[in-house]
């Protein structure tokens, strides 16, 4: 009885403890739950004060501006002149350009002395600063994203004109807080009206690289639901603030499109909830901490109760349950050092094959050399092996260096402008050879190209489109095809030309696991076929990052067995209309005749020689040239005949066709071919006479044009392969072997030089000759005593007349364009990279020392 007394004291006590403990849980649980939801509110709106300070910033910065503009508009307004007024002024910090354009007239003048047109800006939008109409945004002469604010110029209470000032969205960059939320927050400024991201405000976040615009946004974060995209959408429509909850890379986050200027631009960006709510969530952790410790007197009380065994077992589960979390995180500890390890010996086995094969090459064929120093036949051969194995090793190099210097965000790009036609001539030069010692066709295809004269990184370019042809050539098999296409786009800007470059093969393609990754780094398809070619694995990596580097897109597309598709997207900047008649003026060409049976031969034909000034008459065949010229009196001083083949009945046919139609007896005569080998090999050209291959490009017709009239001929190729050939050079190189180079390099040239061995002694050996002594100084950048920066800073301070004006060329190691621009900041007048390319030495030494430029 007493027993059972006892067992119903126990388990009355028992409930007593658990009733208590579950209405003190319950207390408990409703306080936090309402202090959680409380601070969560409170969290929310600190958020919108946040945004609301960055959006009062903003505008206060914007209204800033305008008030500024509004001053120098009332000044300008006073000054008899207002253009030459215009020209006095001086750019401030937020400012890039600022621009005049009197009533009445359709063009102003910036104060950089440049024309200016307000027709290029877009107003449509309807934005609005103080009042003042506000541009779009877009990207400036200088590859910054900028925006124009247009102000009415006033004299005596009349508009004589409008001041327009470009302000760049970088100013705005320095006034906004770095990060917050504990540089948790994500943050974007978007031009409303075009939704491209225009500005990526320092220290806001990890983001991903090549978020260019608000659909990009989506979906590298997945924002598809169609809902969330309505609610946006019809926000922006309105030029509202939007919030709304999403899952970002697996945390639940706030996304914002918080409006400024009255909807003209917005920030966007997105927060995680953890980042907001982390005092409430402090908060629930000392509440939990407080149930624990209430759990633990419980379970302390309970544990009085029974037995000592229970007690030993909770023990004994509790020391095999943190024993389970020790081993599992030792596992993905593990897991995670033997992916990495696996990662750097795959890397390592790949590079070391790689330059392992070029180097067997050169030693192999160093060691012919030597046992056949005495057959010169031989030695060349060798030579000429060794120099292309060198070149394989240096583009490895390259590789590595390039995509270490693009992870590292210190790419540039290099604004000049440039002849989409070059570049594809120059691309074709490397990669039509490739092709044909495979037996590939190789075809480029040109279409709706509207400016052939274009503002970007030519460079760039050129190693987007040598990386993927090259890689085109690779893995297509022998006797495969090979298309190179331009095509051009819609334009979004008359400042911007949009175009799309394809490059598609019919090779081997890529299996859908390997295109998920084709753009990672050192990752190259390996299968039985594919295996034996050589490279890096980075290739595709840097193109990728070197076309976001450029604003542009690229996408690849490949069924395995029947071939691959990369697609580039890029829009480049239209420099200001140039004079393009002085050429064919020079020629004498004021008409030309172009005979091709595809319309879209003829149309490409038409929309290139739009501008030049040069009548051009399309035709179908032979017959309907005849009758178009006898009604052309003058005739034509120029004559583009197309054929499939040309052979010696096509090239009689073009002939008496020149002889038919000509203004005189042998005007310039150009067959237009699909392909360079469709020429055959006993076909002698006529006199006056050359070819030209498609695509269809101005600058390509002019070379043309320039070789078959003599202009820039032999005599001229030949002084220029003689420019070095009695020079005389100082040479400040610290390496004694490169230094045995360069000497020989020019001995076989014609040069001399003189070699010092610090930049110390090569400012000493100046100051100490005689003017005229040295042609030219050649000058190593890394040297001990003094460097070749410093050295160059030196020459040029000496008390002499030959200081300023002897050329310092930069021969260095350093390759990259920050080197170059800092090579030219210390006073040399050019940079040539090592290794040494003779041929690139004599371009320089024929621009500043032979021809005297600057």
Known sequence: MEGSRQRRSYASWIVAFVLIFALMGTSVYAVAKRTYDDMS???????????????????????????????????????????????????????????????????????????????????????????????????????????????????????????????????????????????????????????????????????????????????????????????????????ESVLFAHDV?????????????GGTTYLVGYVPMAAIQ?????????????????AAAFVLCVVVYALNRRKQLQIQRAREAERALHNEQLTRALKAAEVANESKSAFLANMSHDIRTPMNAVLGF????EKEADNPAKVRDCASKIMASGRHLLDLINDVLDISKIESGKATLTLEEFDLGDSLAAVESIIAPMAADKGQIFRAE???????????????????????????????????????RFIGLPQHSSQLERIRIEVEDNGYGMTPEFLETIFDSFTRAENSTTNKVQGTGLGMSITKSLVELM????????????????????????????????????????????????AAGREVARTQMEGTGVVVDTVVDEAEARAVAAEVPDGFQLVLFNCDALDADAVAAGVALRREVGSEAEVPLVFVLGHSFDAAADAPLPPRAGILVKPFFVSTLKHKIEEITGVGGEDEAAAYDAVLQGKHFLAAEDNFLN???????????????????????????????????????????????????????????????DALSIPIIAMTADAFVEDEKAALAAGMNAHVAKPLEIGELKKVVDHYVEKGLS
């Open 41 to 239: 509110d409170a969290a929310i709106r600190n958020l919108n004060e946040n945004l609301n300070l960055m959006q009062n910033t903003v505008e206060a910065i914007m209204r800033s501006e305008a008030e500024f503009q509004q001053l120098i508009a009332d000044e300008i307004g006073q000054a008899p002149d207002p253009l030459t007024y215009v020209l006095n002024l001086r750019n401030n910090e937020t400012t890039s350009k600022m621009s005049v354009v009197l009533n009445g007239q359709a063009e102003g003048l910036s104060n950089n002395g440049e024309p200016f047109n307000p027709a290029d800006l877009d107003f449509s939008a309807g934005g609005t600063v103080l009042g003042l109409p506000i541009s779009q945004s877009y990207v400036n002469d200088r590859g910054t994203w900028a925006y124009t604010v247009a102000c009415p110029i006033t004299r005596d209470g009349a508009s004589v004109g409008t001041l327009y000032s470009e302000y760049v969205y970088d100013a705005i960059d320095q006034s906004l807080p770095q990060g917050f939320y504990d540089q948790q927050a994500v943050l974007y400024l978007m031009d409303a009206a075009t939704e491209r991201f225009v500005l990526k405000p320092e220290g806001m976040g990890e983001r991903d690289a090549g978020h260019l615009n608000l659909e990009d946004f989506y979906r590298a974060n997945n924002v598809v639901d169609e809902a969330t995209l309505a609610l946006v959408n019809d926000g922006i429509a309105s030029k």
């Open 249 to 261: 890379k697996g945390r639940e986050s706030l996304c914002y499109l918080w409006s400024i200027n």
């Open 278 to 294: 982390q005092e409430a969530e402090a908060v629930n952790v000392a509440i939990g901490l407080v149930i624990g410790i209430t």
């Open 366 to 369: 160093t060691t012919i050399i």
């Open 446 to 484: 040109v279409e709706g190209v509207r400016h052939e004269r274009l503002i970007g990184d030519e460079t760039h370019l050129n190693q987007i489109l040598i990386n993927l042809l090259s890689n085109a050539v690779k893995y297509t098999p022998e006797g495969g095809s090979i298309w190179l």
């Open 551 to 598: 604003g542009g897109t690229i996408e690849a597309h490949s069924v395995e067995g029947e071939g691959s598709l990369f697609r580039v997207d890029l829009e480049l900047r239209i420099p200001d209309e140039q004079a393009q008649g002085f050429f064919w003026s020079q020629q004498g060409i004021a008409r030309m005749l172009v005979v091709d049976p595809t």
């Open 739 to 801: 230094a045995g180079i360069l000497t020989e390099l020019l001995e076989l040239e014609g040069a001399t030089v003189e070699i010092v061995e610090n930049g110390q002694l090569a400012v000493e050996r100046f100051e100490r000759c005689v003017p005229g002594e040295f042609d030219a100084i050649l000058m190593d950048v890394q040297m001990p005593v003094m460097n070749g920066h410093a050295a160059s800073r030196a020459i040029r301070a000496l008390a002499r007349d």
